[in-house]
C-alpha cells in the first residue's frame, strides 16, 4: 500500500514550483489531490492531466488564497467532488521584495495577506470538516527567511514568521482532536521566484548552502509526504529547515 493511498490532499498554489512538485509526489504516493492556482489556466489543466496519469482523483481550482470568502467557497467545493479532506499544504506565496526605505504600504499589505492571511482563511475552512473526521495534517510553507530575517524583505519575512506563530497556535489548539499542525521552512529551491535572481546572486546562494546546491520542488515535496503521512503522527507544532544545512 502506497503511503498517502486514500487520503486527499489540498494544496494551494499547485500550479506551479514547490505546490506542483509537491502535487506530483503526493499522487506518486497514492494520494487524491485537488489543487489551486490563482491565474495559470493552462499549466494547471496540463497538470491534471499528469496527475490523472497516477490513478488517483484529480481537480485543480482557481481560487484566491487571500480572499476569506472565495476559501470557504472553495472548501465547500472540494467536500463536493471529493467527500473528505485528510491534508491541507498552504502553500501559495509570493514576494514584493525592497528595502523598508522603498516599500510601499500596499507591497506590505499585499504580502502580508496572500502568504499569511491565506493561511488562516484555509485553515478555518478546513476546521469543521478536519474535526467531524477527528484528524488532520496540516503543512504551512514558511521560510528559512521568516525564521532568521532577511535585509529586503521584511514584508516577505513578517509574513513567513507570522506562519510559524500561527501554526503552533493552531497545534495547541486542536492537538486533543488529532489534527495536526507544522511548519516547513524551504531554504533556497530553484523555482519561477528565485528565477529573477541574477545568476551571480544565486551562485553565491549556492556556494554557500552545505550540501553546496539549491534544494528542488521535490525535495520540498518529500518533507511534505512525511508529515502529511501517519509516519508522522507523533510530530506536531513543530518547524522543519528542509535547507540543505543553510540555518546549521
Ligand atoms: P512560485 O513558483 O512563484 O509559485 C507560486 C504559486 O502560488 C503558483 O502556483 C501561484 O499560482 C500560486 N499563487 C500565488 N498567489 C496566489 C493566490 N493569491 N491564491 C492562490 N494561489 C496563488 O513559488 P514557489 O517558489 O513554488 O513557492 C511556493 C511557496 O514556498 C511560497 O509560499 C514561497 O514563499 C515558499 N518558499 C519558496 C522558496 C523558494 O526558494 N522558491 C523558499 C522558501 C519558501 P499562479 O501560477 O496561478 O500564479
Redesign the pocket.
Given at each position: 500500500m502506497k503511503l498517502l493511498e486514500g487520503k486527499t490532499a489540498i494544496i494551494?498554489?499547485?500550479?506551479?514550483?514547490?505546490?506542483?512538485g509537491i502535487a506530483l509526489v503526493f499522487a506518486e504516493y497514492g494520494a487524491n489531490v485537488a489543487f489551486?492556482?490563482?491565474?495559470?489556466v493552462d499549466?494547471?489543466l496540463e497538470l491534471e492531466k499528469e496527475l490523472k496519469t497516477f490513478g488517483v482523483k484529480v481537480k485543480s481550482y482557481k481560487?484566491?488564497?487571500?480572499s476569506y470568502s472565495e476559501s470557504q467557497k472553495l472548501i465547500d467545493d472540494v467536500l463536493i467532488d471529493f467527500d473528505s479532506i485528510d491534508i491541507l499544504i498552504n502553500?501559495?506565496?509570493?514576494?514584493k521584495d525592497n528595502l523598508l526605505m522603498r516599500m510601499g504600504e500596499e507591497d506590505f499589505d499585499k504580502v502580508i495577506e496572500?502568504?499569511l492571511k491565506?493561511v488562516f482563511n484555509m485553515t478555518k475552512a478546513v476546521q469543521r470538516t478536519m474535526l467531524k473526521q477527528r484528524k488532520g495534517s496540516i503543512i504551512n510553507?514558511?521560510?528559512?527567511?521568516g525564521v532568521k530575517g532577511n535585509a529586503g524583505q521584511s514584508n516577505?519575512a513578517a509574513s513567513?514568521a507570522g506562519i510559524i506563530g500561527f501554526s503552533k497556535s493552531i497545534a495547541l489548539e486542536l492537538g486533543s482532536r488529532n489534527i495536526r499542525s507544522n511548519v516547513i521552512?524551504?531554504?533556497?529551491?530553484?523555482?519561477?521566484?528565485?528565477s529573477s535572481l541574477n545568476e551571480e546572486t544565486v551562485d553565491s546562494w549556492r556556494s554557500s548552502i552545505p550540501l553546496k546546491r539549491g534544494?528542488s520542488?521535490k525535495d520540498?515535496a518529500n518533507a511534505c509526504v512525511f508529515l502529511a503521512s501517519d509516519l508522522s503522527s507523533y510530530i506536531t507544532g513543530q518547524t522543519l529547515n528542509v535547507d540543505g544545512g543553510m540555518l546549521t
Amino acid at each position: 500500500m502506497k503511503l498517502l493511498e486514500g487520503k486527499t490532499a489540498i494544496i494551494t498554489g499547485g500550479s506551479r514550483g514547490i505546490g506542483k512538485g509537491i502535487a506530483l509526489v503526493f499522487a506518486e504516493y497514492g494520494a487524491n489531490v485537488a489543487f489551486t492556482y490563482s491565474s495559470s489556466v493552462d499549466s494547471a489543466l496540463e497538470l491534471e492531466k499528469e496527475l490523472k496519469t497516477f490513478g488517483v482523483k484529480v481537480k485543480s481550482y482557481k481560487s484566491n488564497a487571500a480572499s476569506y470568502s472565495e476559501s470557504q467557497k472553495l472548501i465547500d467545493d472540494v467536500l463536493i467532488d471529493f467527500d473528505s479532506i485528510d491534508i491541507l499544504i498552504n502553500n501559495a506565496g509570493i514576494t514584493k521584495d525592497n528595502l523598508l526605505m522603498r516599500m510601499g504600504e500596499e507591497d506590505f499589505d499585499k504580502v502580508i495577506e496572500v502568504n499569511l492571511k491565506s493561511v488562516f482563511n484555509m485553515t478555518k475552512a478546513v476546521q469543521r470538516t478536519m474535526l467531524k473526521q477527528r484528524k488532520g495534517s496540516i503543512i504551512n510553507m514558511s521560510s528559512v527567511v521568516g525564521v532568521k530575517g532577511n535585509a529586503g524583505q521584511s514584508n516577505y519575512a513578517a509574513s513567513k514568521a507570522g506562519i510559524i506563530g500561527f501554526s503552533k497556535s493552531i497545534a495547541l489548539e486542536l492537538g486533543s482532536r488529532n489534527i495536526r499542525s507544522n511548519v516547513i521552512a524551504p531554504g533556497f529551491i530553484e523555482t519561477e521566484m528565485t528565477s529573477s535572481l541574477n545568476e551571480e546572486t544565486v551562485d553565491s546562494w549556492r556556494s554557500s548552502i552545505p550540501l553546496k546546491r539549491g534544494g528542488s520542488p521535490k525535495d520540498i515535496a518529500n518533507a511534505c509526504v512525511f508529515l502529511a503521512s501517519d509516519l508522522s503522527s507523533y510530530i506536531t507544532g513543530q518547524t522543519l529547515n528542509v535547507d540543505g544545512g543553510m540555518l546549521t
